[in-house]
Protein backbone atom coordinates (compact mmCIF):
# COMPACT_ATOMS: atom_id res chain seq x y z
CA UNK A 1 0.00 0.00 0.00
CA UNK A 2 0.94 3.54 -1.16
CA UNK A 3 1.49 5.94 1.67
CA UNK A 4 -0.60 9.39 1.30
CA UNK A 5 1.66 12.25 1.78
CA UNK A 6 0.55 14.62 4.51
CA UNK A 7 -0.82 18.26 4.24
CA UNK A 8 2.09 19.37 6.14
CA UNK A 9 4.68 18.14 3.54
CA UNK A 10 7.39 20.52 2.03
CA UNK A 11 7.41 19.53 -1.48
CA UNK A 12 4.98 21.97 -2.07
CA UNK A 13 5.56 25.39 -2.32
CA UNK A 14 3.31 28.30 -1.68
CA UNK A 15 2.43 30.85 -4.09
CA UNK A 16 2.97 34.32 -2.77
CA UNK A 17 -0.66 35.83 -1.48
CA UNK A 18 -1.46 39.17 -3.59
CA UNK A 19 -2.02 41.72 -1.82
CA UNK A 20 -5.54 43.87 -1.91
CA UNK A 21 -5.16 47.23 -3.52
CA UNK A 22 -5.05 50.48 -1.29
CA UNK A 23 -6.58 53.30 -1.74
CA UNK A 24 -5.63 56.59 -0.63
CA UNK A 25 -7.08 58.76 1.32
CA UNK A 26 -9.17 61.53 -0.78
CA UNK A 27 -10.34 64.68 1.35
CA UNK A 28 -13.70 65.96 0.68
CA UNK A 29 -12.87 70.00 -0.85
CA UNK A 30 -16.09 72.55 -0.68
CA UNK A 31 -15.93 72.21 -4.42
CA UNK A 32 -17.06 68.23 -3.57
CA UNK A 33 -19.62 69.40 -0.85
CA UNK A 34 -21.16 72.10 -2.96
CA UNK A 35 -21.75 69.75 -5.96
CA UNK A 36 -23.06 66.73 -3.53
CA UNK A 37 -25.44 69.49 -2.08
CA UNK A 38 -26.41 70.59 -5.36
CA UNK A 39 -26.88 66.67 -6.45
CA UNK A 40 -28.52 65.79 -3.53
CA UNK A 41 -31.08 68.67 -4.36
CA UNK A 42 -32.04 67.61 -8.16
CA UNK A 43 -32.81 64.08 -6.53
CA UNK A 44 -30.04 62.58 -7.89
CA UNK A 45 -29.30 58.58 -7.41
CA UNK A 46 -26.57 57.96 -4.98
CA UNK A 47 -24.55 56.06 -7.26
CA UNK A 48 -24.78 58.21 -9.71
CA UNK A 49 -23.66 60.72 -7.63
CA UNK A 50 -20.78 58.66 -6.84
CA UNK A 51 -19.66 58.43 -10.11
CA UNK A 52 -19.56 62.15 -10.86
CA UNK A 53 -17.84 62.61 -8.04
CA UNK A 54 -15.52 59.81 -8.27
CA UNK A 55 -16.37 57.81 -5.13
CA UNK A 56 -18.30 54.97 -3.75
CA UNK A 57 -21.62 54.92 -2.96
CA UNK A 58 -21.02 54.35 0.59
CA UNK A 59 -18.31 57.15 0.83
CA UNK A 60 -21.04 59.17 -0.65
CA UNK A 61 -23.86 58.00 1.71
CA UNK A 62 -21.73 58.65 4.89
CA UNK A 63 -20.34 61.95 4.07
CA UNK A 64 -23.97 63.32 3.45
CA UNK A 65 -24.84 62.16 7.25
CA UNK A 66 -21.58 63.62 8.48
CA UNK A 67 -23.04 67.28 6.90
CA UNK A 68 -26.36 66.68 7.54
CA UNK A 69 -27.74 65.85 4.33
CA UNK A 70 -30.96 63.37 4.07
CA UNK A 71 -30.60 61.32 0.51
CA UNK A 72 -34.27 60.35 0.02
CA UNK A 73 -36.05 61.82 -2.70
CA UNK A 74 -38.01 64.73 -2.04
CA UNK A 75 -40.90 64.29 -4.87
CA UNK A 76 -42.34 61.41 -2.28
CA UNK A 77 -45.44 61.66 -1.76
CA UNK A 78 -46.15 62.58 1.91
CA UNK A 79 -49.51 60.28 2.10
CA UNK A 80 -47.64 56.94 0.70
Do not use: C, F
Amino acid sequence: MARKQSRTSTSRTRKPSKKAKTTKLVRWSSADNKQLKTLVKQNTPTRVIGLKLRRTEASVRQHAYRIGLSLRPTNRSPYG
